[in-house]
Nanobody, 117 residues
Framework: QVQLVESGGGLVQAGGSLRLSCVAS????????MAWYRQGPGEQREEVAR???????HYSDSVKGRFTISRDNAENTVYLQMNSLKPEDTAVYFC???????????WGQGTQVTVSS
């Protein structure tokens, strides 16, 4: 059973930084492409970054140059370093398998990121 536990969110001023973590279990993490998603108030969930099992990355235009996704396969953990945060980054952030390759049937609880202006 896929389990995902996100942490690291919080309240930060614009221009600040946060590092999100996600511990995964229930599947072969080391070979699974992973992604971070976010869902702002009244918005659909969107992918912001993804990483392959060997560390190749891709970012949405809205976060490129500010966010960095990484993973530690030994710890079954994927990270999202968020710098130069903007109020429009305010959202609940989720990690999951990359939906380019997998049908996603369940989500973790997510972690709230709030950026004040």
């Amino acid at each position: 059973q896929v389990q995902l536990v996100e942490s690291g969110g919080g309240l930060v001023q614009a221009g600040g930084s946060l590092r999100l973590s996600c511990v995964a279990s229930g599947f072969r993490f080391s070979i699974t492409p992973m992604a971070w998603y976010r869902q702002g108030p009244g918005e659909q969930r969107e992918e912001v970054a993804r990483v392959t099992g060997v560390g190749l990355t891709h970012y949405s235009d809205s976060v490129k140059g500010r966010f960095t996704i990484s993973r530690d396969n030994a710890e079954n953990t994927v990270y999202l370093q968020m710098n130069s945060l903007k109020p429009e980054d305010t959202a609940v952030y989720f990690c999951n398998r990359d939906r380019t390759y997998y049908q996603i049937n369940s989500w973790g609880q997510g972690t709230q990121v709030t950026v004040s202006s």
